[in-house]
C-alpha cells in the first residue's frame, strides 16, 4: 500500500509534527496529521509493525483532535478521530459486532483526570461519582457471542464495527470457557469484550522454545498475543500458553424478551434487575460465570481523588504483576448514568484510559563501542540519542553479540524502536530499516580486543567472542570489581569506582593487591579521610573471614556460580585440593558438567591463577572448608534441594541457608539427583519438569520450615 519511498516521507513527518511547536499554517498542519495516522494506523493495525511507539501515536492523535475541537471546519469524514483504526485483512472471515467496539480516551497525568471527572459531573449533573478502576491490559482486544450459554463467535476488534472471525483460535484460550450459565441470570444472548494476553511467564517460556527451533524470539508479550490470534493453525495458537480477562458487557437479551429483541446494557439497567446496575456487578457476574474478569484487580472508589491515588500507586507495582498492563482504565460505575453521559464517534463519554510512563520509544542508533568483561567476553553496546522511556532516559543499551546484531539487522544511524521491559533493562526491539536512506553504516565487529589488542577467539558452540589474554586490563579491573562485590567476597566500601580510581592510580594492579593497599597513598586522595581509611581497612580484613565457597566463587571461574562454588567448596578440604581433581572427577559432583569442568580443571592448571593464590593465602584468606565435618553431621546430610517460585515467609538466600546448616545441598536445575523441589508462588517450569521425574519430592514451604525443624 506504501511504497518505500512514501514510508520513508511519512515518518521524517511525524517526527517533523512531534517536534513542531508552529502554530501557523493550521489547515496544512491538520491535512498532515491526517495523513500520517492513517500511515501508522495501517502500520500498527494491518501490517502488525508500528514504527513509532503508542506514546508518540497519541500524541499525534491528540494533537488533531485539539486542532479540530480549535477548528471545527478541519473535521472531515475520513478524519482518524471520527472512526477507530482497522486491522483487517483478507485471511479471516470478517464479521460485525453487535455494539461497536469504540476507542478509550486516553489521559497521561492527574490534570487530565480531574478535567475528565468535571466534564462527567456536568454530564451528569451529580457533586460526586462512583468509578470503577481496573487494569489497561497489553493484550489484543477481543469480542465474544454466547448464545443459550454457549460460545457462537470470536472476533477480534478490526475497525470497530466490524472485526475477524477468530472463533478456532480463541476455543485454544483455557480461560475462556466454552459455555457459560448466564442462563442463570436470565440472559439469552451476550457479547462481551476483553484483551488476550501473553503473561510474563508463558511470553519467557515460549520465546526459550523459539530459540530452541532456531527461530527468532518473540519482541514482546502484546505482539505475541496479537499475533497468535491471527494464526491459521489452532495447535500453534494453543502452544503459546494464551490467557484472556473479560472485562465489559457491551449487550445482552433476556429471556423475558424474547428472541430477535435487542437491548444494549444500558438498556437494560433501567429494568428491576439489580444484579446488573453497575460496571462492578457485571464484572462479578463475568467472574462468577467462570470467566477470568479483573474482579481481584479493581476498585470502586468514590471521587477523583481516590482514583488518582490509586492510579499512582498501582504504577509502583506494575512490575510485580505476572502479565504486562500498560495504564489503568477508569470507568463511571452505574450503567444508568454512562447512558445518560453517552459517546462520541470515538470513545465512550463515561470511561477514560490512564496511560502509564511510555516503555517504549524510537530513537537513533549513533554508535556501538566494544566492552571487555572479566571472563573476557566482548560485549557491544549501542549508544544512542538519549530517549525518556518510563521516566528514564535511556542512551545505552546492551546488544549482546555478533549474532544479535545480524539477527536483528543493525546499522549505525539506524532509527530503533526500544522498550524498557518490567525488568527495567532497555532493550532493542527490532531497527527499522524502512526509514533508511542511504547513510547508514554496518556494525563492524572487531577481530582484536579493543583494549589489549589481542586476537580475538570463538569457540564454535558459542555466539561471543573473547579477549583470551588473561593479563588485558579491562578483564583485570574486572575480575578486581568482582572479587570485592557483595556476593562473593563483599568488601565493603570497596565499590567499582574505587576499583577503578585505584587501578588507574597504580595503587591497585591485581586481585592480591587488595591486601597489600597502601593506605597512606589512598589517604591522600580526594574523598578519603581518616574515617573513610578505616571503614576501608577493616572492611579488607574482615573478608579473610569469608567461608570457602564465597572465595571460590570471587574468583570469577567461568562458569562457576553461587551454587556450584558452594558444590565444590564442600567437596575439599582445601581450596589447593583442586588442583588435584581430574575432569571426570569434577563431573561426578551435583551440577558440574561438562563444560564446568573443563572452566575448573583448566583455572587450577594455569601457573599465573595458582601463583595468585598462593598470594591469597599468604594474605590470610580462608583456604580450609572449616564447616566441612559440621555440615555432614546435619540432619538433611545428603539430600539435595531446589526452591523454584516466590517465597512468603524467607528470602530465596535464607531457606538455603536453612538446608546447608542441616547438612542439605543446593543444585542449580532439575534433574534425577534432585531430592526435594521447594515450591513458592507463581512457579516456573522446575515444577513441570519436576512432576515428570518419580523421584523427586515436590513440597511447599511450610513442609520445607518443618523438614528442616525435625
Known amino acids: 500500500m506504501y511504497s518505500a519511498h512514501q514510508t520513508l516521507q511519512l515518518n521524517q513527518l511525524t517526527n517533523q509534527l512531534l517536534q513542531s511547536t508552529d502554530e501557523k499554517n ?137 472485526g475477524e472471525d477468530i472463533t478456532n483460535n480463541i476455543k485454544q484460550i483455557r480461560s475462556i470457557p466454552l459455555s457459560a450459565p448466564f442462563s442463570e441470570y436470565g440472559i439469552q444472548q451476550i457479547e462481551i469484550r476483553g484483551e488476550v494476553i501473553m503473561s510474563k511467564k508463558s511470553f519467557a517460556k515460549y520465546n526459550d522454545w523459539l530459540v530452541e527451533q532456531g527461530s527468532s524470539a518473540l519482541a514482546n508479550p502484546r505482539n505475541a498475543a496479537s499475533g497468535s490470534l491471527r ?76 482514583v488518582i491515588k490509586h492510579v499512582h500507586d498501582f504504577e509502583e507495582m506494575r512490575d510485580t504483576l505476572p502479565y504486562e498492563i500498560d495504564g489503568m482504565v477508569v470507568k463511571v460505575n452505574e450503567f444508568a448514568l454512562q447512558e445518560k453521559m453517552g459517546m462520541t464517534t470515538h470513545h465512550p463519554r463515561w470511561a477514560i484510559a490512564f496511560k502509564f510512563k511510555a516503555r517504549q520509544a524510537t530513537t537513533k542508533l549513533m554508535n556501538v563501542e566494544f566492552q571487555v568483561g572479566r571472563t573476557g567476553a566482548v560485549t557491544p553496546v549501542a549508544k544512542l540519542n538519549p530517549v525518556a522511556i518510563g521516566g528514564v532516559t535511556v542512551s545505552s543499551i546492551s546488544v549482546h553479540n555478533e549474532d544479535y546484531i545480524k539477527e536483528k539487522d543493525l546499522k549505525i544511524g539506524d532509527t530503533v524502536l526500544i522498550e524498557r521491559a518490567g525488568d527495567v533493562i532497555p532493550q532493542i526491539v527490532k531497527s527499522l530499516p524502512e526509514l533508511r536512506n542511504g547513510t547508514e553504516v554496518d556494525i563492524d565487529f572487531p ?87 578505616d571503614n576501608l581497612q577493616a572492611a579488607i580484613e574482615a573478608s579473610k573471614q569469608q567461608p ?49 569442568a573443563q572452566s575448573i580443571f583448566q583455572f587450577f592448571h594455569n601457573q599465573q591463577n595458582i601463583d595468585m593464590l598462593h598470594e591469597l593465602e599468604r594474605s590470610g584468606l580462608q583456604f580450609k572448608n572449616e564447616k566441612r565435618e559440621t555440615v555432614a553431621a546435619g540432619g538433611l546430610a545428603g539430600q539435595t534441594f531446589l526452591f523454584t517460585g516466590t517465597l512468603a ?62
Request: glycine content about 6%; charged content about 30%.
Open 447 to 533: 577481530k582484536d580486543c579493543p583494549v589489549c589488542k589481542s586476537k580475538l577467539f570463538k569457540e564454535e558452540s558459542e555466539a561471543v567472542w573473547r579477549c583470551i589474554n588473561i593479563e588485558c586490563e579491562a578483564q583485570v579491573v574486572e575480575r578486581i570489581i568482582h572479587f570485592v562485590s557483595k556476593d562473593a567476597m563483599d568488601i565493603k566500601s570497596f565499590g567499582e569506582a574505587n576499583v577503578r580510581k585505584f587501578y588507574e592510580l597504580k595503587l591497585l594492579k591485581d586481585i592480591p593487591g587488595i591486601y597489600h593497599l597502601a593506605f597512606d597513598a589512598v589517604g591522600k586522595l580526594e574523598g578519603f579521610g581518616k574515617k573513610s581509611i
Open 231 to 306: 494464526m491459521k493453525d489452532p495447535k500453534e495458537v494453543a502452544r503459546r500458553g494464551l490467557e484472556a480477562f473479560l472485562y465489559h458487557v457491551s449487550y445482552y437479551v433476556s429471556r423475558e424478551s424474547g428472541v430477535g429483541s435487542q437491548e444494549s446494557i444500558h438498556a437494560s439497567s433501567s429494568t428491576n434487575d439489580s444484579r446488573l446496575s453497575t460496571h462492578d456487578s457485571s464484572l462479578r457476574m463475568l467472574w462468577e460465570c467462570g470467566f477470568r474478569s479483573p474482579q481481584k484487580e479493581k476498585l470502586v472508589v468514590r471521587g477523583i481523588d481516590e
Open 548 to 596: 570457602l565457597n564465597r572465595l571460590i566463587y570471587a574468583l570469577g571461574i567461568r562458569f562457576v556460580g553461587e551454587t556450584t562454588a558452594k558444590t565444590l567448596a564442600n567437596a575439599i578440604e582445601n581450596l589447593f585440593d583442586l588442583q588435584n581433581k581430574t575432569e571426570e572427577e569434577l563431573k561426578e559432583l551435583e551440577d558440574v558438567g561438562v563444560k564446568v
Open 26 to 162: 493550521i489547515s496544512q498542519k491538520s491535512e498532515s496529521l491526517k495523513q500520517v495516522l492513517r500511515f501508522h494506523e495501517y502500520r500498527y493495525y494491518v501490517l502488525n509493525d508500528p514504527l513509532i511507539s503508542d506514546y508518540e501515536y497519541d500524541q499525534l492523535y491528540k494533537l488533531l483532535e485539539k486542532l479540530e475541537k480549535e477548528n471545527p471546519q478541519l473535521v472531515t469524514k475520513d478524519s482518524p478521530t471520527q472512526r477507530v483504526g482497522s486491522s483487517l485483512n483478507n485471511s479471516f472471515e470478517t464479521v460485525q459486532h453487535l455494539v461497536p467496539m469504540l476507542s478509550l480516551e486516553n489521559s497521561y497525568n492527574a490534570d487530565d483526570l480531574i478535567d475528565w471527572d468535571r466534564k462527567a459531573k456536568e454530564l451528569t449533573g451529580l457533586n460526586s461519582i462512583e468509578y470503577c478502576i481496573e487494569p489497561k491490559f497489553d493484550g489484543a482486544s477481543i469480542s465474544l457471542i454466547y448464545e443459550n450459554d454457549l460460545l457462537v463467535r470470536a472476533a477480534t476488534r478490526g475497525d470497530g464495527v466490524e
Open 649 to 710: 515467609k524467607l528470602k530465596r538466600s535464607e531457606a538455603e541457608a536453612l538446608a546447608e546448616q542441616q547438612g542439605g545441598k543446593i543444585v542449580s536445575g532439575v534433574s534425577a539427583k534432585l531430592n526435594y523441589l521447594v515450591v513458592g508462588e507463581d512457579a516456573g517450569s522446575k515444577l513441570e519438569k519436576a512432576k515428570k521425574i518419580n523421584t523427586i519430592k515436590i513440597i511447599t514451604e511450610d513442609e520445607f520450615l518443618q523438614l528442616v525443624n525435625q
